[in-house]
């Protein structure tokens, strides 16, 4: 359900105004919501490096459910513009940061008609913010507000889901989002963050530095290297076999391109049209991805792909949409900078597109020589299990690790603006609001 009370959201920018260690950070929740219990519910989502903040920290402010966004320095501006150009006014903002850059954005929200009800400073808050109608308040006297126990009662459990995104991750093609406390740890510590990571921290790092890579680098980009084959399966175009469980499509998709595991598989598509649900497809371990631009995301995630896996990589496109992707021209540069593009059609064209090093059909691959290094299967392909397109730059959930949290994320308010305003007037008509698996 829509809520009639505008949407309210606190921004934290952690890098200026930083969690005391001494505190227990569930209280910070409690001391927002202490302070400002008219704008209760509201969202908090809380930027930073978190490479800075104790780690000890990391599970009870994710607990409290408070949205954790990991990003290099600088990067908050960029999310609060998408933010607004996803979430038109009337929405009332709560700014808690002491860097200038953040700050000097907020006129352009208070000129487009957001209420920016006030803000939270680390240094001088004497200094009134005049982009807030309210007073502003030191980040200390927040703090104290639940330090001394002066809670209101009126304090919520929680309002958002349990989330984390690495906004450095999040073009790279592998998982960049999750639920849990663990999955973020699993996420910090593996090879594709640290590269993500060393990139954005030193983007022309030279040869001098490769060859001073430590033995545990060159087991890290060992694994990377063993990485280097992306498959999209556009189930709008080649949907789920009915028969078919689709732990089964994918064994026969490893079967069939053995010699390239452990493959990157994503199931992409309209899952509001997989009729058979999507349960089983996040359950066989596909990185399933929602959206309604069909081709266009699907070529928009291989960009991220390749933008992040140089070449020499290999490239499974199953789809039968072949019209898009060859007026996009874009897997034939592909081609011509070493990538092997591998395809994929219901049925086999008569001329094989000219990008393409191999084909094969669907039902080639589904009949597939499922005996052949069948053990080779992996019980799961990605940490984030499923995400979705059309809210990536809502600034709200977009991705998560469960089928519940997907289904939740289908049933929300946020989600349903989202796609409506993705879905071409003449559809909105006849799409039914609700997703079919979901009844
Ligand atoms: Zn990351
Ligand atoms: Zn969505």
């Not at 330090?147 to 960049?176: L, Q």
């Not at 069948?374 to 979705?388: G, I, N, Q």
């Amino acid at each position: 359900m829509m809520q009639n009370k505008s949407p309210a959201v606190v921004w934290w920018d952690m890098n200026t105004c930083p969690p005391p260690e001494k505190l227990d950070p569930s209280q910070i929740r409690q001391s927002l919501e202490s302070a400002f219990p008219h704008l209760l519910p509201f969202t908090i989502s809380a930027h930073g490096d978190l490479n800075l903040i104790p780690r000890s920290l990391w599970e009870p402010i994710l607990s409290s459910g408070i949205i954790l966004k990991h990003g290099p320095a600088g990067s908050m501006p960029g999310d609060m513009r998408r933010w607004r150009d996803n979430n038109p006014p009337p929405a009332t903002l709560f700014l808690i940061s002491d860097s200038e850059n953040v700050c000097e954005i907020l006129p352009s929200f208070k000129v487009r008609g957001y209420t920016i009800t006030g803000a939270v400073k680390q240094n001088k808050p004497e200094d009134a913010a005049k982009y807030a109608s309210l007073a502003t308040i030191s980040w200390d006297h927040i703090l104290s507000v639940a330090w001394y126990g002066r809670t209101t009662g009126r304090v919520m459990d929680k309002c958002s889901e349990t989330a984390w995104v690495c906004n450095m991750c999040i073009d790279s093609s592998h998982p960049f989002a999750g639920e849990s406390y663990e999955s973020l740890t699993r996420h910090m510590s593996s090879a594709e963050h640290s590269i993500q990571e060393s990139i954005w921290m030193n983007p022309s790092s030279g040869d001098e530095e490769d060859e001073e890579l430590s033995s545990e680098d060159d087991l890290d980009n060992e694994m990377m290297q063993n990485k280097k084959t992306g498959v999209w399966w556009d189930m709008d175009t080649c949907p789920p076999p009915e028969g078919l469980d689709p732990y089964q499509v994918r064994q026969s998709i490893e079967s069939m391109f053995s010699d390239h595991l452990p493959l990157n598989v994503s199931a992409i598509g309209n899952l509001n049209s997989i009729d058979a649900g999507v349960f089983p497809i996040l359950s066989a371990g596909f990185f399933t991805k929602h959206g309604l631009g069909g081709p266009r995301d699907i070529l928009k995630d291989i960009q991220r792909w390749a933008w992040n896996t140089p070449s020499p990589a290999t490239l499974v496109l199953i789809s039968d949409d072949e019209q898009a992707f060859l007026t996009s021209g874009y897997l034939h540069r592909l081609k011509e900078i070493g990538y092997t593009i591998v395809r994929v059609c219901l049925e086999c064209p008569d001329v094989s597109p000219e990008y393409a090093s191999l084909r094969y059909t669907w039902r080639d691959v589904l009949s597939g020589k499922l005996n052949r290094e069948v053990d080779k299967v992996k019980d799961k392909c990605s940490e984030t299990a499923w995400f979705c397109n059309v809210c990536i730059n809502s600034g709200h959930i977009f991705a998560g690790e469960s089928y519940q949290s997907l289904t939740r994320h289908f049933n929300s308010a946020q989600h349903s603006f989202q796609e409506l305003k993705q879905v071409p007037p003449k559809l909105k008509a006849s799409q039914s609001k609700k997703a079919i698996w979901l009844s």
